[in-house]
Nanobody, 113 residues
């Protein structure tokens, strides 16, 4: 049974940091490009970051470059998203996916003072 379980979301003040984790099971994690997506209220889901199978190639959408870092640990079947200098516009439900084939349930990130 495929599972992707996100954790680490919460309420943070502008300028703060959060680290999201996504634990995978039920498929060969190391063979999948992993992604973080987000969906804000009233907006379409967008791709935030992506990491290659070996972790040596990454992609970030422009709005998070220099602030977010995606990483993975293939031994732990886990992908991470380190989010720094958070802004109110980063408020959204964050989802991880295995190349958009398998999806987690999402974790809420709220950036507010």
């Amino acid at each position: 049974q495929v599972q992707l379980v996100e954790s680490g979301g919460g309420l943070v003040q502008p300028g703060g940091s959060l680290r999201l984790s996504c634990a995978a099971s039920g498929f060969t994690f190391s063979m999948y490009v992993m992604r973080w997506h987000r969906q804000a209220p009233g907006k379409e889901r967008e791709l935030v970051a992506q990491i290659s199978t070996a972790g040596n190639s990454t992609y970030y959408t422009d709005s998070v470059k220099e602030r977010f870092t995606i990483s993975r640990d293939n031994a732990r079947n886990t992908v991470y998203l380190q989010m720094n200098s958070l802004k109110p516009e980063d408020t959204a439900v964050y989802y991880c996916s295995a190349f958009s084939r398998y999806w987690g349930q999402g974790t809420q990130v709220t950036v507010s003072s």
